[in-house]
Every structure is written in C-alpha cells, then in structure tokens.
C-alpha cells in the first residue's frame, strides 16, 4: 500500500499575457529604425521629429482657355488663375519611455534568475505596452508639447449639439476624413467599437495582422488607452452611454527593441529593503501630420440622426 506525499506547492508562471488584437501599436505603420555603417541601430530619431506634411489641399479642376466670355457660353464664366496652397502645421514629436516593472524579494532571484525575471518583465511589456502609447497619444500626460489629440486644435464636429447617434457619429467622421480627398483613420474606445461592430464594422486581414474597418474601407482603432477620453476645450465627465469618437490622418510610430533597466542585478537591488526591481522599457515615437484632428460626441441611447440637444 502506498500513500501520497505533500510539498510545498510547485512554483510555476501564470498564463503568459498577450496584446490586445486591436490597438494604436497594432494598426498602425512601424516604421524601420535606420542602422549605422556598423551595423547598430541608429538612434538619432529618439531625438524627436519634425515632421513637414503633404499638401492639405484637395485638387482642383482649371479651364485652361482661361475665362470664357462670349459666344453661346457666354454666361458660364470660368477662372483664369490657379489658388495659391494653404499654410502647412509643421509639427514637433518627442519620443518617450514606456516601461512597466518586476519585483521581487532578493532571496528569490539568484543570479541564474535573472533572466527569467527580465524576460517576465518583458513578456508583460510587450502584452500592456499599447496602452500607455495609446494615453499619451490622446492626452498627452507626460509630454503634453507633444500635439495629441485632445489638445485645443481639435475641431468639434458637433458643438452646438450634444451627442449625435452612432451611426450619425461614423458618419460625421467619414464626411470629415473625405473632406481631406484622402484616407484617413477613426479611433474610439473598445466600448463603441464593440457598439458600432456587428452592423458598422467588418474585420479584414492586412497580412498577418486584423483590422477593423468601416464599410467604406476606413481603418478603425480601439484603443483601451482611449477610455474616458474628453477633449480639453469641452471638459465634462463621460457616461456609459456619451463618449467621444475621433478621426486622424494615418499614424506612423517608430520604436526601439525592448531592453532591462537597469542591466544588472547589482543595480536593481535596493540593498535598504532587500527588493529587486527590474524594468522593462522601450521607446516610442509617434507620429501625425495633424492636418485631420476632429471629434464627434456620441450618445448610444440615440438612434439614426437624431442627436441631443444641450439645454
């Protein structure tokens, strides 16, 4: 006859976190970082950018016989000049740290721990990252110099109204991206992306990545990090059911690999509490040429055009 022994419990990992299927990070252009002659990755884009736009005009057609004004036309009358261009933003971006860290006891992590706590750290970084990209890309809380989408350059599509329906609020932000004569992108929270699903959004594979997109084909991103988010000239507190929507020109992010800091587990013990912290960081850049920057308040309680009225 045997019996069952008892140990301590078996130490194990959790299940492993994974990134939202949706997200700025996960929809938008990663552009390549350049390498030195040496082959390393050359930093310098850390340093900001300064990003010249395209033109924001739309083309024109021209009657190129110059003004009409005689014969059975003679009461069509057509421009002989061509318009000047408009003024262009030129727009400054400063790269920023997101990190997230691991501690724990000294007593637990030897020097063969190490890299297991480092690539914990990591593994979680690389899982909840979006988030924090995504808050300092609409409120700007760290680097608020940086133009973020809540900033006062917003334009309000609907201020003289409170919020319009969902599908009134799409397509607002369908007409304001059209207005550019050129693609443009929708951000909302998972909340109103989860509303606008079923019937609004259809999901398409751009290689191995999902997207959401509008039935026009306009790429839409929900952002966790887009939650509760209120533009700073309105001010106010969200509802479950009033929330904002936004639309942008595209968004191109660069971004260095993933490292630990600090490097070694010297440095990451605090020798006063006997606790260990490593760090797991990675630098972004994110970039817009913020020619689109508009809003639109959305009621979920509405349906069609109607919108609600503010006293």
Not at 83 to 107: D, K, Q, S
Not at 187 to 215: D, F, I, P
């Amino acid at each position: 006859m045997s019996t069952n022994g008892y140990a301590p419990p078996q130490k194990v990992d959790g299940p492993q976190p994974s990134a939202p299927r949706f997200g700025l990070v996960q929809n938008s252009r990663i552009l390549p970082v350049s390498l030195r002659p040496d082959g390393q990755a050359d930093e310098h884009w850390m340093n900001g950018a300064m990003v010249y736009p395209y033109p924001a005009n739309c083309a024109e057609a021209f009657n190129q016989c110059g003004e009409f004004t005689g014969g059975v036309l003679a009461q069509y009358r057509y421009p002989d000049t061509k318009r000047e261009g408009g003024e262009l933003p030129i727009p400054v971006f400063e790269a920023f740290p997101v990190y997230l860290p691991e501690t724990c006891i000294a007593a637990t992590v030897g020097a063969d721990a190490q890299g297991w706590f480092e690539n914990r750290a990591i593994q979680t970084l690389l899982a909840v990252e979006g988030e924090a990209v995504e808050r300092e890309f609409f409120f700007g809380d760290h680097l608020p110099n940086n133009p973020h989408i809540l900033d006062a350059n917003l334009d309000i599509l609907n201020p003289l109204s409170g919020g319009v329906s969902p599908a009134q609020g799409l397509a607002m932000l369908e007409t304001a991206i059209a207005n550019t004569c050129r693609s443009g992108v929708i951000h909302c929270s998972v909340a109103m992306a989860a509303y606008w699903g079923g019937y609004l959004l259809r999901e398409e594979k751009n290689g191995q990545t999902l997207e959401l997109r509008t039935l026009l084909g306009t790429l839409v991103i929900p952002g966790q990090g887009y939650t509760d988010a209120i533009p700073e000239n309105v001010g106010g507190d969200p509802s479950d059911c009033l929330e904002w929507a936004f639309a942008t020109g595209p968004i191109e992010i660069t971004r260095s690999e993933p490292f630990i800091n600090p490097p070694s587990y010297a440095e990451a013990l605090d020798t006063s509490t006997n606790i260990v912290t490593f760090r797991a960081e990675r630098y972004y850049r994110v970039v817009w040429d913020t020619i689109l920057q508009a809003g639109v308040l959305i009621d979920r309680n509405l349906t069609g055009c109607d919108s609600l009225e503010v006293s």
